[in-house]
């Protein structure tokens, strides 16, 4: 960014205190770029007006229009960004819909996820995503990521933790019931649990899957 160019005001939003701390920690590393200065919760009003609201998709990749929608017609954000490891044609399709302006890969490195925020702000259409899918970059982090869960494992354990069916599961992170069969798999060998309500068990019992304090009705 050229000396003396105002800093882009992002915000990171999402349900998961540890998604959106380990979001803002990451643009935190590009104050010449980006001014952190936001943490939104759906519903909850924009103390700071920012240029971008950066909506980190986790557990609502197929399911994230309403609050795609709520965001966008907020008018203390500027633009609307998503941020997610899928990033297929129709993801971006329903996003756009929704009033999302960019479209960020999880996979990026720091900086590429920082300069894509750079251009959203400037009011291109960007679509920053890789060649093939590739893992959450190391340097975010997610629930269960200490107990050797990948992000996508984490997604599914979280749907399967409010109540959804493989079926519903597959609809909503776009993948095949059969996928969501393995990584159920994975995540059963990986936690040692047997089955769907010592899955759920553990996500309520586990800190990090505590969702953030919406604001009490007025």
């Known amino acids: 960014m050229a000396d003396g160019a105002r800093r882009v005001r992002v915000a990171a939003v999402n349900d998961y205190d540890l998604i959106v701390a380990g979001v803002a920690q990451l643009l935190s590393r590009f104050p010449d770029w980006l001014s952190v200065c936001d943490r939104v919760v759906i519903g909850e009003p924009i103390e700071t007006p920012v240029d971008v609201a950066l909506y980190d998709t986790y557990g609502r990749v197929g399911i994230a229009a309403p609050a795609l929608r709520a965001l966008a017609i907020e008018s203390g954000i500027t633009y609307v960004a998503m941020f997610s490891l899928d990033l297929g044609p129709d993801v971006i399709a329903e996003g756009r819909a929704a009033g999302a302006a960019g479209f960020i890969s999880k996979a990026l490195s720091g900086d590429q996820i920082a300069a894509a925020i750079v251009r959203v702000a400037a009011g291109e259409p960007v679509v920053a995503a890789t060649s093939s899918p590739k893992p959450a970059s190391a340097e975010l982090t997610w629930p269960g990521k200490d107990d050797g869960l990948t992000e996508r494992e984490s997604q599914v354990l979280v749907l399967v933790a409010e109540g959804l069916s493989n079926r519903e599961i597959a609809a909503a992170l776009y ?23 010592e899955a759920t068990n553990y996500v309520h019992r586990s800190g990090a899957f505590v969702h953030r304090a919406k604001p009490e009705p007025a």
Do not use: A, C
């Not at 993948?175 to 309500?197: A, C, D, P, W």
């Open 175 to 197: 993948l095949s019931l059969e996928t969501v069969k393995g990584y159920l798999r994975e995540i059963f060998n990986k936690l040692g649990l047997r089955n769907r309500v």
